[in-house]
């Protein structure tokens, strides 16, 4: 397996959890994993380095073996607005700049150390068209991605605050452990201070 100069070779644990993620999404024999094996590269990052940035092009697939990530723009008053969280044990991209390879309109920042495997973009396009399982992957994929985009925009919506943050609490209850007040209610859609009077209201019920 390919590594980055600098890193430390990833284990053996590391390999079974992104070849049983894999499989999670689509069926893959041993050829199959095997023609991953022979793409994929690891990657540490530190807390709050950027893995992309807006205007680059989205020229990988990430797999975050461990570690915490945040997806955000910066809107026209300059605010920084969270999109997406992905926790470890997860895919990471910007599919539509992947798929295109146009420059992306977001940030990747990490919110811890991370580690991740990377596969990039030519490789993966050689394995979309020698195998038909990874094929079926990259439509099972880009599935799976815009359902987890999509989610936050039917949220925005079609709940009020109070809704989405039960919402949240009930189906990503780890995000009020990780990540802070401040960019929870980016997230949200609301003020800091509106999520702050929303959770008060909430714990008198």
């Given at each position: 397996?390919?590594?980055?100069?600098?890193?430390t070779?990833?284990?053996?644990?590391?390999?079974?959890?992104?070849?049983?993620?894999?499989k999670s999404?689509?069926?893959?024999?041993?050829?199959?994993?095997?023609?991953?094996?022979?793409?994929?590269?690891?990657?540490?990052?530190?807390?709050?380095?950027?893995?992309?940035k807006?205007?680059?092009?989205?020229?990988?697939?990430?797999?975050?073996?461990?570690?915490?990530?945040?997806?955000?723009?910066?809107?026209?008053?300059?605010?920084?607005?969270?999109?997406?969280?992905?926790?470890?044990?997860?895919?990471?991209?910007?599919?539509?700049?992947?798929?295109?390879?146009?420059?992306?309109?977001f940030?990747?920042?990490?919110?811890?150390?991370?580690?991740?495997?990377?596969?990039?973009?030519?490789?993966?396009?050689?394995?979309?068209?020698?195998?038909?399982?990874?094929?079926?992957?990259?439509?099972?994929?880009?599935?799976?991605v815009?359902?987890?985009l999509?989610?936050?925009?039917?949220?925005?919506?079609?709940?009020?605050?109070?809704?989405?943050?039960?919402?949240?609490?009930?189906?990503k209850?780890?995000?009020f452990?990780?990540?802070?007040?401040?960019?929870?209610?980016?997230?949200m859609?609301?003020k800091?201070?509106?999520?702050?009077?929303?959770?008060?209201?909430?714990?008198?019920?």
């Open positions: 397996m390919k590594q980055r100069p600098g890193n070779k990833a284990d053996e644990q590391a390999i079974n959890i992104i070849i049983a993620a894999v999404i689509a069926p893959m024999s041993g050829t199959d994993i095997e023609l991953m094996l022979a793409i994929l590269q690891y990657k540490t990052v530190k807390k709050h380095q950027l893995l992309l807006e205007g680059e092009v989205s020229r990988n697939v990430y797999f975050l073996v461990s570690g915490f990530f945040r997806m955000y723009y910066i809107d026209f008053d300059g605010n920084e607005i969270n999109y997406r969280f992905t926790d470890q044990h997860n895919f990471l991209v910007d599919f539509q700049s992947f798929l295109i390879q146009k420059p992306s309109h940030y990747w920042e990490a919110m811890q150390d991370a580690e991740l495997f990377v596969l990039p973009y030519r490789d993966i396009q050689d394995a979309y068209a020698s195998s038909p399982a990874w094929n079926n992957f990259g439509r099972l994929m880009a599935e799976h815009y359902l987890q999509n989610e936050r925009v039917e949220m925005l919506l079609f709940m009020n605050p109070e809704e989405r943050y039960l919402h949240l609490l009930k189906t209850p780890e995000l452990e990780k990540v802070s007040q401040f960019h929870l209610s980016s997230y859609g609301v800091p201070e509106s999520l702050s009077r929303l959770r008060k209201r909430l714990l008198k019920k």
